[in-house]
């Protein structure tokens, strides 16, 4: 296991799930103001938010790389967890896996099903990262980007509507594979306070 402090994620998404843990939808994105949906920061060993990705794809996908970029916030801390490993707090574990939703890349290209207590906009555990395996043979900077945009979902990020160079841009097929400065940003403010 490797420790990499204060990531998001990286993938690019066609369709999103949302499996919330109540139905206070207007609380659930973060690109937007006054949407709160985040990580806690309830361990003294992580000051500020924290998350765990249990990487469990093959090679083709760009996890680790795409934590890194995501791991320049400031404001929160990640753990990568590479195959074969486990996540020693379940509580802020996102599972990371490849799967079957579709027959081709050019429908479902991955999904985020993401789960929060409404009354503080906590992640909880079962928020989970599906990538699409019709998409493991794309390019390499499609891959890239659909990984970093589906792990920004994981810790709260929406897709932006601005003519942005981040991963998290929607139409979903673009050719930023990373977060933007207005990416860091966002997670800079949901994740500055103390709970």
């Known amino acids: 296991m490797m420790r990499r402090p204060a990531f998001i994620s990286v993938a690019t998404v066609v369709m999103l799930a949302v499996s919330m843990a109540s139905s206070a939808a207007a609380n659930h994105w973060n690109h937007d103001p006054g949407h709160n949906v985040h990580w806690t920061n309830s361990s003294p060993s992580f000051p500020r938010g924290y998350v765990y990705w249990a990487d469990l794809t093959g090679p083709e996908w760009p996890v680790y790389s795409a934590a890194i970029e995501w791991d320049r916030s400031t404001r929160l801390d990640a753990v990568y967890v590479g195959a074969g490993s486990s996540c020693p707090s379940t509580p802020h574990c996102v599972t990371v896996r490849q799967t079957a939703l579709g027959t081709s ?65 929607d139409p979903y097929v673009t050719p930023h594979t990373l977060p933007s400065a207005h990416d860091f940003q966002s997670i800079a403010t949901v994740y500055n306070h103390d709970d």
């Not at 992640?123 to 970093?148: F, G, H, M, N």
């Open 105 to 169: 890349c050019s429908g479902t290209l991955g999904q985020t099903n993401v789960s929060y207590y409404s009354a503080t906009g906590h992640l909880e555990t079962s928020t989970r990262v599906d990538l699409s395996s019709a998409c493991s043979t794309s390019s390499a900077s499609k891959r890239r980007t659909i990984t970093c945009h589906e792990l920004g979902h994981s810790i709260g990020m929406d897709e932006q509507r601005t003519a942005d160079d981040s991963c998290m841009v």
